[in-house]
């Protein structure tokens, strides 16, 4: 057993990473903070920053299909490289992929526009046009 200064917590070499559930291959008990998102309105427009610490650009890929944007981030580690320096002690780097979807409605991808730097991933999406809507009132009950 590893003593506790290597541990969040001193009872995560007690009970084991996934004693209580809160566990994700990805990074461990802080995944739920992983793809963090500030949606902007703007004038035309609206703006999402997603944190993606540790990402590369290329380890990361948008899609849009039926309206729907998906942004996904793939984390690969390569486990046959030995360490050069010594035995590893505790390693918390994992692989994985974590995905997040946002409803964005009837929107083209080449009017969609993002960019990545320093550890957030930029997407800059066109305002819908409003559906005009008829002027009617009554319901008509069948």
Known sequence: MVPSIFSENIFDNF???DFFGEHSPLYGKHGKNLMKTDIHEKDGGYELAI???GFKKDEISLDIKD????ISAQKGLDKDEEDKKGRIIRQERYAGVCSRSFYVGDVKPEDVKAKYESGVL????PKDEPKKLENKSRITIE
């Open 51 to 53: 944190d993606l610490p």
């Open 122 to 125: 930029t997407i800059t999406l």
């Open 15 to 17: 009970f084991g990473d």
């Open 67 to 70: 309206g729907y944007l998906s």
